[in-house]
T-cell receptor, first 115, second 118 residues
Framework: QKEVEQDPGPLSVPEGAIVSLNCTYS??????FMWYRQYSRKGPELLMY????GNKEDGRFTAQVDKSSKYISLFIRDSQPSDSATYLC???????????????FGRGTQLTVWP | GAVVSQHPSRVICKSGTSVKIECRSL??????MFWYRQFPKQSLMLMAT?????????EQGVEKDKFLINHASLTLSTLTVTSAHPEDSSFYIC??????????????FGPGTRLTVL
């Protein structure tokens, strides 16, 4: 079983729709959760970061973590064509004191928002 | 946010040559840098973890003699693909972990380097 599972999509929605992106993970040692956005032929950029169960909101983006179910989500409200990209979930183990700080990535979900 | 640069952004080389890719943290010190490769429509695959002043730690299946990593300073790490072959063609991305973070362990990614080996 992979550490992080993510449906690769593709996902295609009309402008203005609410988008829901999801990942599941297998190891309860994971305690820090990120969402990255990657445009074609570019490096990933950090969108959201959270370490506790519950919701975290930033503008049109909401990150949700349910540690009991090992399930994380990213919601995009009022989606725009500029949101079209690949969204990667990434998870970090709880050993923050480690110098390694390895991230475990999902496969990424390709999102297209059409006008 | 913190900025990480990579150079070159794109390189095309002949089979058998070596290619060096640089990764720099521009406005922060990075004790740890990571090198990934990414195939089309696939996720990032961690190749190695590089700590400043020490040998890199390679992931299982990654040939350390083929992918040479040097992390000589707190702002620069290099990846050298030695004797490159067409199967090494990929998108190589580095990331840097900021030193002395008080609240996050965020990694900042470079823009990537597309390597094509003919």
């Amino acid at each position: 079983q992979k550490e992080v599972e993510q449906d690769p999509g593709p996902l295609s929605v009309p402008e203005g729709a609410i988008v829901s992106l999801n990942c599941t993970y297998s190891n309860s040692a994971f305690q820090y959760f990120m969402w990255y956005r990657q445009y074609s032929r570019k490096g990933p950029e950090l969108l959201m970061y959270t370490y506790s169960s519950g919701n975290k909101e930033d503008g049109r983006f909401t990150a949700q973590v349910d540690k009991s179910s090992k399930y994380i989500s990213l919601f995009i409200r009022d989606s725009q064509p500029s949101d079209s990209a690949t969204y990667l979930c990434a998870i970090l183990r709880g050993d923050r004191g480690s110098t390694l700080g390895r991230l475990y990535f999902g496969r990424g979900t390709q999102l297209t928002v059409w006008p | 946010g913190a900025v990480v640069s990579q150079h070159p952004s794109r390189v095309i080389c002949k089979s058998g040559t070596s290619v060096k890719i640089e990764c720099r943290s521009l406005d922060f010190q990075a004790t740890t840098m990571f090198w990934y490769r990414q195939f089309p429509k696939q996720s990032l695959m961690l190749m190695a973890t590089s700590n400043e002043g020490s040998k890199a730690t390679y992931e299982q299946g990654v040939e350390k003699d083929k992918f040479l990593i040097n992390h000589a300073s707190l702002t620069l790490s290099t990846l050298t693909v030695t004797s490159a072959h067409p199967e090494d063609s990929s998108f190589y991305i580095c990331s840097a972990r900021e030193r002395h973070l008080s609240s996050t362990d965020t990694q900042y990614f470079g823009p990537g380097t597309r390597l094509t080996v003919l």
